[in-house]
């Protein structure tokens, strides 16, 4: 199996720009998903397909993908937004990268 | 409304068994696959298993950590998904969600049910 790497945290004031990376050797042939995790509650599909917003999502919510790495990038980070953001690579089972805790103060 | 809602997790001895469920209302559960995933406290995700459709032959994975003690299936009469754990051990202890793969990857997840093993 593969693996998908975040960094642990990330801190920006509100209204900077947030970018979570998240890196592995499959993401070049498989697309990457990003979900959102607010405490104590289940996750939260943002992105999907690299880049493609879900419904409802707010437009500050992107994604990119190049090469090994996907980038969810959050312009304009609102205080809203602190949560944990984990990333899932589809295959025939499931890896998520280790979860990145974005913080917004 | 699209809904899964956990249910069945509790307090176990370690090499015990409990089961989960899972039941999905507002979209047709025979369409999808569904899979299981765990959070211990503190810590990120991690997949525990997956069961597709008729059309793919109700097909199982696991991941290796719960391969050969957990076994997930469904009951599509009831528009349920189970996990069932067996041999339980302390690095088990966490919540357990359930969610779905229809068009796009757990678009949707359950509330989550809490398991823990402790003596």
């Known amino acids: 199996s593969y693996e998908l790497t975040q960094p642990p945290s990330v801190s920006v004031s509100p209204g900077q720009t947030a970018r979570i990376t998240c890196s592995g050797d499959a993401l070049p042939k498989k697309y990457a998903y990003w979900y959102q995790q607010k405490s104590g509650q289940a996750p939260v599909l943002v992105i999907y397909?690299?880049?493609k917003r879900l419904s409802g999502i707010p437009e500050r919510f992107s994604g990119s993908s190049s090469g090994t790495m996907a980038t969810l990038t959050i312009n304009g980070a609102q205080v809203e937004d602190e949560a944990d953001y984990y990333c899932?690579?589809?295959?025939?089972?499931?890896?998520f990268g280790g979860g990145t805790k974005l913080t917004v103060l | 409304e699209v809904q899964l809602v956990e249910s069945g997790g509790g307090l176990v001895q370690p090499g015990g068994s409990l089961t989960l469920s899972c039941a999905a209302s507002?979209?047709?559960?025979?369409?999808?696959?569904m899979h299981w995933v765990r959070q211990a406290s503190g810590k990120g995700l991690e997949w525990v298993g997956r069961?597709?459709?008729?059309?793919?032959?109700?097909?199982?994975e696991y991941a290796a950590s719960v391969k050969g003690r957990f076994t997930i299936s469904r009951d599509e009469s009831k528009n349920t998904a189970y996990l069932q754990m067996n041999s339980l051990k302390i690095e088990d202890t966490a919540v357990y969600y359930c969610t779905r793969v229809l068009v796009l990857p757990f678009d949707c997840w359950g509330q989550g049910t809490p398991v823990t093993v402790s003596s």
């Open positions: 507002g979209f047709i559960f025979s369409d999808s696959a």
């Open positions: 397909e690299d880049n």
């Open positions: 899932y690579s589809r295959d025939s089972s499931g890896v």
């Open positions: 069961i597709r459709n008729k059309a793919n032959n109700y097909a199982t």
